[in-house]
């Protein structure tokens, strides 16, 4: 460190102005030295020197505060260089990832995950590391929105990844809620064996699967031709429906579904739960 500060000081008494690169290298220096007042007297002088931070400088100075807990200072400096036209990249936002998890603020971290998303920037491993590893000893209602956040993505493994880890993150099993969420996000995702693997397994917990999941599982598997398990999901729909009205709309299942009109048994099945006919857990 104290080399390249000499270097400079040559270069400077040689009549060579230091460049951007290396009022950027200097101060990641002083940042990982936790020397971050000085690293902000680098910064001024470049400033001062009309050099124009990118965005290395600042993602350096965001991780220098993150280090030393100061998120919201961090975070400050994020809305300065996106004011200034100097757009984060991946590597800032694992940085702001990381600093907002460690404290505790999973739903700002999940944020800046959809607005990585929303700015066409793909995330790395890092990223979903970080959230993942971060959520540790949380509420389990935190837990579930991550699960929902990378399902929503088309994100299953990491999904899986998170929930199998729910019991040893929050010191209680997964609840409706996050099976339901799960059992949706592998529908969507065409994985239907893996979302009726989960249903079962939720069943015997004696838990209730909510009208949207068992839908979307219903017809998940009309999709593969699997009609035996059809049978046996809607024959457990219809008997957890929860009032006597439900009786004409059960009627109406059975018989579209004994002349094969899926799509009319999912019309139905659509509707009564709409109509607050069918389990609405989760």
């Known amino acids: 460190m104290e080399a390249a500060f000499r270097l400079k000081e040559e270069m400077v008494e ?4 230091p460049d951007a690169f290396m009022h950027s290298s200097l101060i990641r220096g002083l940042c990982e030295a936790n020397r971050l007042d000085d690293a902000y007297d680098l910064f001024k002088e470049m400033l001062d020197l009309g050099l124009r931070p990118d965005e290395f400088t600042y993602t350096t100075l965001i991780h220098g505060h993150c280090k ?4 919201k200072k961090a975070l400050l400096l994020h809305d300065e260089m996106v004011k200034k036209g100097i757009l984060p990249d991946v590597v800032t936002y694992n940085v702001l990832i990381n600093g907002l998890s460690k ?7 999940r944020r800046l995950l959809f607005r990585l998303y929303y700015e066409e920037q793909v995330p790395d491993k890092i990223t979903y590391d970080t959230l993942v ?4 000893k949380v509420e389990l209602k935190s837990v579930v929105s991550l699960v929902k956040s990378f399902c929503m993505q088309g994100l299953m493994d990491e999904a899986d990844r998170v929930f199998d880890s729910i019991e040893e993150r929050t010191g209680m ?3 409706e809620a996050a099976y339901n969420v799960l059992i949706h996000g592998h529908c969507r995702g065409g994985n239907v064996r893996k979302a009726l693997s989960l249903y079962k397994e939720m069943m015997e917990q004696d838990f209730v699967p909510s009208a949207i999941s068992t839908i979307s599982l219903i017809r998940g598997l009309s999709d593969e031709g699997m009609s035996v398990e059809v049978n046996q999901v809607i024959h457990k729909l219809m008997a957890s429906c929860l009032l006597s009205d439900a009786e004409t709309s059960k009627i109406l299942v059975e018989v579209n579904h004994k002349d094969g009109n899926m799509e009319a048994v999912l019309d139905v099945l659509t509707e009564m739960a709409k109509d607050g006919l069918l389990p609405a857990s989760g």
């Open 14 to 17: 040689k009549g060579v102005s």
């Open 68 to 71: 030393q807990g100061d998120v």
């Open 103 to 109: 404290i505790g603020r999973m739903k700002e971290a």
């Open 133 to 136: 590893d971060c959520c540790d």
């Open 173 to 175: 099993k997964p609840n």
